[in-house]
């Protein structure tokens, strides 16, 4: 009985461990201080993280899971790497589904989320201003503005799409391509705008302004990786 206890046990530390180090590294690659398609190291994230292989593999499994590492033959496993196409697709899917849940959420959300929602901003200008405006890093889930509209929608197509297949591959990409010396300022008055028109139930408007909103992101992506063919637009 003292060994299975024993066991139990230790499964429920490596996965307390697992769940721990694998929201570190979702910060790392989001932040991309673990570049997208570099090569996974066992021994340098075991040592970086103080962790043993144990339940860093299973947190290795978990972002895979997550689309955030992905493996290949006679490679091995890396950071996931967008291809232009890939990533300008992904934008196009979420100015379209973005802007439904924002109309579902301008019908649906309460008042006292919305409240809450606000009350998020005010905690995303703090951090705007601690970084000189130069970074706008939102956490993951509730702390994450997109995150919560997409949940406010209620319809769990939308859910499972923007905030559980994509939702990290996104978070990724909108804040690399966040960070400039103006357009953290702007991003957060932007969806101060998208909240009032959810508050004041003009539904039309509000996914017009969450289209507006992923549609600037795109033309600055593109204006970054094809600066030839794109006039240069910040955006987030």
Do not use: W
């Not at 947190?59 to 790497?81: D, F, M, S, W």
């Not at 997109?146 to 923007?162: C, D, F, P, T, W």
């Not at 957060?188 to 969450?210: G, K, P, V, W």
């Amino acid at each position: 009985m003292t060994d299975t206890s024993t066991l139990i046990s230790d499964l429920e530390q490596n996965r307390t461990l697992a769940d721990r180090v694998c929201q570190q590294i979702i910060t790392a690659i989001v932040k991309g201080e673990i570049p997208t398609g570099s090569k996974i190291s066992e021994t340098d994230l075991a040592r970086t993280y103080g962790i043993s292989r144990g339940p860093l593999r299973e947190a290795l499994r978990r972002l895979e899971g997550l689309r955030l590492i992905e493996r290949k033959p006679h490679i091995g496993a890396r950071i996931v790497e967008l291809s232009v196409k890939e990533l300008l697709e992904i934008y196009r899917v979420r100015e379209a589904l973005e802007g439904m849940a924002c109309r579902l959420a301008a019908i649906s959300m309460p008042q006292e989320e919305i409240d809450s929602l606000r009350a998020l901003l005010d905690q995303h200008q703090q951090n705007i201003e601690q970084q000189e405006g130069q970074a706008y890093f939102q956490k993951e889930g509730d702390l994450d503005f997109h995150y919560r509209i997409v949940m406010a929608s209620g319809n769990s197509k939308l859910q499972e799409l923007l905030a559980a297949d994509l939702y990290h591959l996104v978070r990724m990409y909108r804040y690399q391509f966040s960070l400039s010396s103006s357009r953290p300022t702007l991003a957060l008055r932007e969806h101060h705008q998208i909240l009032d028109a959810i508050e004041t139930r003009d539904e039309e408007l509000a996914e017009l302004l969450m289209r507006r909103h992923i549609s600037a992101s795109r033309r600055n992506i593109e204006s970054k990786l094809n600066p030839q063919n794109s006039t240069h637009q910040e955006s987030n």
